[in-house]
């Protein structure tokens, strides 16, 4: 097996994000959606030109995680974008791997990056949020020492999905 490579994602790498965003969405929690939702969804979050337009964002920042030159991981971090008290934190907005992947150490390495990054960027917290049902990243998170604040409401075209708030003090 290659050995993973890591960097900033950049512009160049947009089409490339967008395909394995979708990818690992649609792989993970696709079935839990009407299929107009979900497109409703992937178009809004996951298409290249709204991945360019972060990507281009000073405040937003994409890790990837490479393979022979292709994308098996990746995590979206900056400013918050739920209803906690920002005040000196950062959200870790998307975390994934793809699934023949995981297990590698992949996530262990982006979230060390991210809380890194969010350390060096001068946050005392960092948030997340995570689907209520998905117990392989609770456990991911708790290693770490998240802890569940609270809850919100995440919505995937017109269906709202029960997500959990996570909150680590840096």
Same mark, same amino acid.
């Given at each position: ?5 890591? *960097? ?10 967008? @395909?394995? @965003? ?120 708790? *290693? ?24 680590? @003090?840096?």
């Amino acid at each position: 097996m290659s050995e993973i490579a890591y *960097r900033d994602a950049t512009a160049a790498d947009a089409e490339a994000l967008a @395909a394995f @965003a979708e990818m690992t969405f649609t792989d993970t929690f696709g079935h839990l959606y009407p299929p107009e939702d979900l497109a409703t969804f992937v178009g809004a979050k996951y298409h290249a030109d709204v991945l360019r337009t972060e990507l281009a964002d000073p405040e937003t920042r994409y890790r990837v995680a490479l393979r022979d030159g292709r994308i098996v991981g990746y995590c979206k971090m900056g400013v918050i974008d739920m209803d906690v008290d920002a005040t000196g934190a950062l959200e870790l907005h998307r975390l994934y791997v793809d699934r023949d992947t995981k297990g590698a150490g992949v996530a262990q390495v982006l979230m060390d990056d991210a809380l890194a990054w969010a350390r060096g960027n001068g946050a005392k917290v960092m948030f997340l949020s995570v689907w209520e049902n998905n117990a392989r990243a609770q456990a991911f998170y708790k *290693r770490y020492g998240f802890e569940h604040v609270g809850e919100h409401k995440f919505m995937v075209g017109n269906t709202a999905d029960r997500d959990f708030i996570w909150r680590l @003090a840096l």
